[in-house]
């Protein structure tokens, strides 16, 4: 089955530098890479999404790169603030209607100020 | 956009007791629902997938008799832990998928149920 490796697995960085965060998977198979953030006793949040078929996709502050070839995806966000400061989960899925999302390990995002 | 909503938010029971955890998709029907669970500092750890009449699926280690679940409307999803267990304790986190829209379809998370068993 499917595997998600994320690093780091905490990061800190001064307020409006970027912070990026890579995730690797194991399956071919996957197509469908979204993020989520999750604030201290909430559910996740889908923050952005890429699928397959491009290979990066920007929404303001946040970016997301995919290298199929390379099974690797990243995280980018920049101009951070510090409401930015969450545990954020990388995660994939396949592209069947049974395939499931299987989550990275999280980061934990700390922003200086 | 979607949302997902969770009831109780919250639970504290006591141990051997049975509590039921409600999800429910509020503007979209959910023919899949996923039941995760997630300890502290841990990452979401897929528990079962609930389709909409049929029985749901398990994952490898998740006991189908303790953890219950129906899926008996479009909207709605319960998971039940029965005879709870102080290490059942943890954060209980359901999300919906609209499947009318292609497997593709985005998934939402509910906003978690912490539950407690002392």
């Known amino acids: 089955g499917e595997n998600v490796e994320q690093h780091p697995s905490t990061l800190s960085v001064q307020e409006g530098d970027s912070a990026v965060i890579k995730c690797t998977y194991s399956d071919s198979a996957s197509n469908y890479f979204p993020w989520y953030k999750q604030e201290l006793g909430k559910g996740p949040q889908l923050i952005i999404d890429i699928r397959s078929n491009v290979g990066e996709k920007k929404d303001q502050r946040i970016a997301v790169t995919l290298n199929k070839t390379a099974k690797h995806f990243s995280l980018h966000i920049t101009e951070t603030q510090p409401e930015d400061s969450a545990v954020y989960f990388c995660a994939a899925r396949g592209y069947s209607s049974a395939s499931k999302i299987i989550f990275g390990s999280g980061t934990r995002l700390s922003i200086r100020p | 956009g979607a949302v997902v909503s969770q009831h109780p938010s919250r639970v504290i029971c006591k141990s051997g007791t049975s509590v039921k955890i409600e999800c429910r998709s509020l503007?979209?029907?959910?023919?899949?629902m996923f039941w995760y669970r997630q300890f502290p500092k841990q990452s979401l750890m897929l528990m079962a997938t609930?389709?909409?009449?049929?029985?749901?699926?398990?994952e490898q280690g998740v006991e189908k008799d303790k953890f219950l679940i129906n899926h008996a409307s479009l909207t709605l999803s319960t998971l039940t832990v029965t005879s709870a267990h102080p290490e059942d304790s943890s954060f209980y986190i359901c999300s919906a998928r609209d499947l009318a829209g292609g497997p593709q379809e985005t998934q939402y998370f509910g906003p978690g149920t912490r539950l407690l068993v002392l």
């Open positions: 503007d979209f029907q959910a023919t899949t």
């Open positions: 609930s389709n909409e009449g049929s029985k749901a699926t398990y």
